[in-house]
């Protein structure tokens, strides 16, 4: 299933509002059509709280909250819930936080959702796109390869009810592969042909994330350093079309 229910039509942008302050992001969203997805993160999120989201909401935005939750069942369970009742549409739970957490996780955004207008979709983190073998290993001790880590914590979200995960273009078509084409997976790291890659190591171009399987292309700076964020957004669509 893709963003908007069918597999055959194109993936969702959702424009990351990475700005410290409130009056920033709004500023973008004021240059954007309504019905326009944004993802809030902790920098924004922990500056401005719900009371942003909220409005985003009200308005008609969709909202992918990337709270990246990780704490014991009862804790995510609340916060997923809280989240959910704001009326997000994605929100994304850490999946090495175990089944118990996931599953916990998944029942209160169904409890949370009934309060909003529509349901919140998880997604599971698996493995920070910051951490390389090497640094795993030292976290998780030694054999602990991220790509394996990667295909076995997606695994886990599956099983726990999770509806999707977050990753790169390069590990779409493969986690599509393992659990299924309706398990949502939500890509980063986009450029347009042409553009450089900035501090992002492996970069897709919309259209490549297209054919890979992605449901949903997270956009940050190709359109919130753009001159004209309007054009640029329709730059990207006019790709996936
Ligand atoms: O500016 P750019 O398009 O690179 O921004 C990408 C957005 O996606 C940022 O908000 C970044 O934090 C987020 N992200 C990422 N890589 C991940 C997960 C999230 O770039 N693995």
Redesign the pocket.
Known sequence: MSASGGRASAPEVIV?L?YPEPEAAYELVRQLPAGTWY?V?LELFTRAGPGLVRRLVDEGRHVFLDLKLHDIPNTVAGATRSAAAMGVDLLTVHASGGEEMLRAAVDAARVGSESSAGPTRLLAITV??SLEDASLAAVMGPGSGVEQAVGRLAGLARESGVDGV?S?VAECRAVKLACGPDFLVVT???RLAGQGA?D?KRVATPAVAKLAGADFL?????ITKSADPAAALERVRSELA
Do not use: C, E, N
């Open positions: 990351a990475d993802k993160g920070l796109t977050v790169s980063p790291g986009i900035q992002q997270v956009v940050g700076r190709t």
